[in-house]
């Protein structure tokens, strides 16, 4: 991983000209809370964040999109285990925008993410409506953490996390941590595996339960081992 370097809105600001996330080859922790306002595309790049305790915030239409050869290692170090990455939408001219933290684009089969730690949600009040994880292909390796998506807000219709887009293939492996909220399988291709003590699904306050589902007229691509 080699030598990890501060991360934090003013050294975004300088490199970048912008405040988002690293999207360089390297190793990255947060140094303090800050809110982004620019998105960023790892492209033939390993990228290691540590949240350390912090939280993002986001309204963009994503935090981190995935190009070809694209991989984000996620982390936190810090002992209460409270870093954040938060989205939420945004009103641009009577348009409203939907925030999402991680996008995929359709077609990059080679895009790579592995949740170790943290928290993937939305901020209070964000009116979110979109889905939170949009792996259109590539993979999604969850060990721990958490990502939430809050269903008790009606204004949320989206995922926690959409696996596959058309006819593409892509993977959500959930080892580790959990998933509150539901997650949508749409494409032949895509597959989803959950093992060991990893949870997945919420139910929430009104009553309403939401776990895996998938939009295809048969489904033979959800496993679950223990």
């Given at each position: 991983?080699?030598?990890?370097?501060?991360?934090?809105g003013?050294?975004?600001?300088?490199?970048?000209?912008?405040?988002?996330?690293?999207?360089?080859?390297?190793?990255y922790?947060?140094?303090?809370?800050?809110?982004?306002?620019?998105?960023?595309?790892i492209?033939?790049?390993?990228?290691?964040?540590?949240?350390?305790g912090?939280?993002?915030?986001?309204?963009?239409?994503y935090?981190?999109?995935?190009?070809?050869?694209?991989?984000?290692?996620i982390?936190?170090?810090s002992?209460?285990?409270?870093?954040?990455?938060?989205?939420?939408?945004?009103?641009?001219?009577?348009?409203?925008?939907?925030?999402?933290?991680?996008?995929?684009?359709?077609?990059?089969?080679?895009?790579?993410?592995?949740?170790?730690?943290?928290t993937?949600?939305?901020?209070?009040?964000?009116?979110?409506?979109?889905?939170l994880?949009?792996?259109?292909?590539?993979?999604?390796?969850?060990?721990?953490?958490t990502?939430?998506?809050?269903?008790?807000?009606?204004?949320?219709?989206?995922?926690?996390?959409?696996?596959?887009?058309?006819?593409?293939s892509?993977?959500?492996?959930v080892?580790?941590?959990?998933?509150?909220g539901?997650?949508?399988?749409?494409?032949?291709?895509?597959k989803?595996?959950?093992?060991?003590?990893?949870?997945?699904?919420?139910?929430?306050?009104?009553?309403?339960?939401?776990?895996?589902?998938?939009?295809?007229?048969?489904?033979?691509?959800?496993?679950?081992?223990?």
């Amino acid at each position: 991983e080699g030598k990890w370097e501060p991360w934090n809105g003013t050294v975004s600001q300088e490199l970048y000209g912008s405040k988002r996330l690293p999207k360089d080859e390297g190793s990255y922790y947060l140094t303090t809370d800050y809110t982004l306002n620019k998105d960023a595309t790892i492209k033939d790049a390993v990228v290691n964040l540590d949240l350390a305790g912090y939280t993002v915030s986001s309204s963009k239409s994503y935090v981190y999109a995935f190009n070809d050869n694209g991989k984000l290692n996620i982390t936190d170090s810090s002992s209460e285990k409270t870093g954040k990455i938060l989205c939420t939408n945004r009103i641009e001219n009577d348009t409203t925008y939907n925030g999402r933290i991680i996008y995929v684009i359709a077609g990059r089969t080679t895009a790579n993410i592995n949740m170790y730690g943290g928290t993937l949600g939305e901020a209070e009040n964000s009116g979110n409506t979109s889905n939170l994880i949009n792996l259109n292909n590539g993979t999604f390796n969850m060990y721990g953490g958490t990502i939430k998506h809050d269903m008790n807000n009606a204004a949320n219709i989206g995922d926690a996390v959409k696996v596959g887009y058309s006819a593409a293939s892509a993977n959500l492996n959930v080892y580790g941590g959990n998933i509150e909220g539901a997650v949508s399988i749409t494409s032949a291709g895509a597959k989803v595996s959950i093992s060991n003590d990893a949870k997945v699904g919420v139910y929430n306050e009104s009553g309403k339960s939401f776990g895996i589902y998938s939009t295809l007229t048969t489904v033979s691509n959800i496993q679950c081992t223990n």
